[in-house]
């Protein structure tokens, strides 16, 4: 019985440290402005430019498509 005793309050007791270390540190955490973080930046330039890259192929497509398309409407006239 003894040895469920000491590992719950061993639990008990760690998770009271890590909130009391969240509850001190947590106007330091909000006042953290995520967006200059440099990472973050970076990952939305490169989702921007996939974004790009991803429209300009569309256009491509389209207008590959429109073009095949006056091709064939060549052979259909008759």
């Known amino acids: 019985m003894i040895f469920y005793i000491i590992p719950l309050f061993i639990i008990v007791l760690s998770l009271t440290g890590i909130g009391l270390i969240v509850v001190r540190k947590f106007p330091q955490l909000s006042v ?8 973050v930046k ?9 974004k790009q890259r991803f429209q300009r192929s569309l256009e491509r497509v389209g207008k590959n ?8 409407s060549v052979f259909n006239k008759s």
């Open 32 to 39: 953290l402005e995520v967006e200059k973080i440099t990472e």
């Open 65 to 72: 498509t429109k073009e095949f398309l006056k091709f064939l």
């Open 42 to 50: 970076q990952a939305k330039i490169k989702e921007d430019l996939k």
